[in-house]
Nanobody, 124 residues
Framework: QVQLRESGPGLVKPSQTLTLTCTVS??????????WSWIRQPPGKGLEWIGV???????AYNTSLVSRTSISRDPSNNQFSLQLSSVTPEDTAVYYC????????????????WGKGTLVTVSS
């Protein structure tokens, strides 16, 4: 019954920070052995893993994005969020939040549960 839903603005200007929130239902983000990830898919390209926050709050990020990425969580609202700073048009993508059970969630194929995705366009 785990369900995820992304929310946030669909348009972000270059150089600004992209912020998205994932609301999880059907399971607590702090339940042991869960990992909660952000994944994106630029138009015409494959899935790209962005980063993860585990049930205990530890984080890991894609090495190509680590300098611009921060994932945080709000257990009181059963939410976790993505902040991607200094965005450019190349950051335009469908952004997914995802959950994994029993794995570290450090690639898109680890995901067991997916949100529907939300398109974020970076444009001036």
């Amino acid at each position: 019954q785990v369900q995820l839903r992304e929310s946030g603005p669909g348009l972000v200007k270059p150089s600004q920070t992209l912020t998205l929130t994932c609301t999880v239902s059907g399971g607590s983000i702090t339940t042991n052995h869960y990992a909660w990830s952000w994944i994106r898919q630029p138009p015409g390209k494959g899935l790209e893993w962005i980063g993860v926050i585990a049930y205990d709050g530890t984080t890991a990020y894609n090495t190509s994005l680590v300098s611009r990425t921060s994932i945080s969580r709000d257990p009181s609202n059963n939410q976790f969020s993505l902040q991607l700073s200094s965005v450019t048009p190349e950051d335009t993508a469908v952004y997914y939040c995802a959950g994994a059970y029993g794995s570290r969630g450090r690639d898109y194929y680890d995901a067991d549960y997916w949100g529907k995705g939300t398109l974020v366009t970076v444009s001036s």
